[in-house]
């Protein structure tokens, strides 16, 4: 198993551009979520989905979108890139509610907005 | 969910177990307490999570305090790939959002 992949694993923006972070897994995980995380600070959540079709906001979803066609694929789309996005984005995914199974994260996205 | 207090910093030498504290002292009846860990420049890692009994896996140890308002993490013989930040997060079981604090550097000295 790949478990969770990312990509890119870098990219540098300009501001007001657009991109769209890629994220697969291969265990079957129902759940899947979007985490993005400051220099030198904890994650903090953007948007989840607990199934193809469903999904929902996290704590920080403003400037963001996301879409779950199917249980493997979980894109992050960044619409008008601004500085304050400049951040490491993981994502991560479950077999089901996080409180109870364990999650497991990709090796990150590292985005610069200037 | 409640909040967790844990150490800004520990030092061990490789070879020797680390105990690895965390308060939670407003934990509630449905909260599991989760343990992960972040190594440099990469994503966090599970580590370990219970309920209420100690738990053991291959990585660590969890020992849950009878009151559960605290609970340690256990590395039995701490390597240099150990050292990394540890999270300590409560999350009950209608919980989908992991909430990072601060966690614990933990430093390995050969």
């Known amino acids: 198993n790949a478990g969770v992949t990312q990509t890119p694993k870098f990219r540098i923006l300009k501001i007001g551009q657009s991109m769209t972070l890629q994220c697969a897994q291969d265990?079957?995980?129902?759940?899947m979520y979007w985490y993005r995380q400051d220099p030198g600070m904890g994650l903090k959540l953007i948007y989840y989905?607990?199934?193809?079709?469903?999904?929902d906001k996290g704590e920080v979803p403003n400037g963001y979108n996301v879409s779950r066609s199917t249980t493997e694929d979980f894109p992050l789309r960044l619409e008008l890139a601004a500085p304050s996005q400049t951040s490491v984005y993981f994502c991560?995914?479950?077999?089901?509610?996080?409180?109870?199974?364990?999650?497991?994260f990709g090796p990150g996205t590292r985005l610069t907005v200037t | 969910d409640a909040k967790t207090t844990q150490p800004n910093s520990m030092e061990s030498n490789e070879e020797e177990p680390v105990h690895l504290p965390c308060n939670h002292s407003?934990?509630?009846?449905?909260?599991?307490i989760h343990w992960y860990r972040q190594l440099p420049s990469q994503g966090p890692e599970y580590v370990i999570h219970?309920?209420?009994s100690n738990v053991n896996n291959r990585m660590a140890s969890l020992a849950i305090a009878e009151d559960r308002k605290s609970s340690t993490l256990i590395l039995h013989r701490a390597t240099l790939r150990d050292a990394a930040v540890y999270y300590c997060?409560?999350?009950?079981?209608?919980?989908?959002?992991?909430?990072f604090g601060g966690g614990t550097r933990l430093m390995v000295k050969p």
């Open positions: 991560a995914s479950s077999y089901a509610l996080a409180g109870v199974y364990e999650q497991y």
């Open positions: 265990m079957n995980h129902n759940y």
């Open positions: 989905s607990v199934g193809a079709g469903i999904t």
């Open positions: 407003t934990i509630s009846g449905t909260d599991y």
């Open positions: 219970g309920l209420t």
């Open positions: 997060i409560l999350l009950n079981n209608a919980g989908n959002m992991l909430t």
